[in-house]
T-cell receptor, first 112, second 112 residues
Framework: RKEVEQDPGPFNVPEGATVAFNCTYS??????FFWYRQDCRKEPKLLMSVYSSGNEDGRFTAQLNRASQYISLLIRDSKLSDSATYLCVVRETDNYGQNFVFGPGTRLSVLP | DAGITQSPRHKVTETGTPVTLRCHQTENHRYMYWYRQDPGHGLRLIHY???????DKGEVSDGYSVSRSKTEDFLLTLESATSSQTSVYFC???????????FGQGTRLTVV
């Protein structure tokens, strides 16, 4: 089974801190990459897609290194509302066809 | 938010009874998925569909069947519910096979 691994967490950071999440994937043929956030007892919601050139959306920056099979998410100036579980997601073709493979998630708590 | 509705949102059922969960979308997306989420396992693919009447198995398909008779509806059936199927079930949709997925709000199923 192809795997997606993430920092185990949890991360407890003060407001205003910068926090980085790391993710590695094992299937070199993986095609698309995403970060989702999931609040407690809620559905996963797309935070951002991750492109080879790297991309930024406000306080969030995502990077992809295909050679190392590594994805990162940087959150600057953390807000209380950033508290959630962050899921690294890889789209790949496996025994079940096209599939989204989810990492276990890294929980972030931003403290006042 | 993507137009995805799951029903019911919560259900308690007895072991051995059949259960059907419904996912309805208003986005006309081709791809639909059923995932289950359990502590320690993250999200795992049960079944997916790539068009009307076109479905395939995922990683944890045993004990589950699906049907898609219309673009907008994807049904998940537990033929004879077992306690191991107590979980949170998420439906997801995507436009293309390599684009992001959008999730429904989830169904909390308890099998007693």
């Amino acid at each position: 089974r192809k795997e997606v691994e993430q920092d185990p967490g949890p991360f407890n950071v003060p407001e205003g801190a910068t926090v980085a999440f790391n993710c590695t994937y094992s299937n070199s043929a993986s095609q698309s990459f995403f970060w989702y956030r999931q609040d407690c007892r809620k559905e996963p919601k797309l935070l951002m897609s991750v492109y080879s050139s790297g991309n930024e959306d406000g306080r969030f920056t995502a990077q992809l290194n295909r050679a190392s099979q590594y994805i990162s998410l940087l959150i600057r100036d953390s807000k209380l509302s950033d508290s959630a579980t962050y899921l690294c997601v890889v789209r790949e073709t496996d025994n079940y066809g096209q599939n989204f493979v989810f990492g276990p998630g890294t929980r972030l708590s931003v403290l006042p | 938010d993507a137009g995805i509705t799951q029903s019911p949102r919560h259900k308690v059922t007895e072991t051995g009874t059949p259960v059907t969960l419904r996912c309805h979308q208003t986005e006309n997306h081709r791809y639909m998925y059923w995932y289950r989420q359990d502590p320690g396992h993250g999200l795992r693919l049960i079944h997916y569909s790539y068009g009307v009447k076109d479905t395939d198995k995922g990683e944890v398909s045993d004990g589950y069947s699906v049907s898609r008779s219309k673009t907008e509806d994807f049904l998940l059936t537990l033929e004879s519910a077992t306690s191991s199927q107590t979980s949170v079930y998420f439906c997801a949709i995507s436009v293309m096979e390599d684009t992001e997925a959008f999730f429904g709000q989830g169904t909390r199923l308890t099998v007693v």
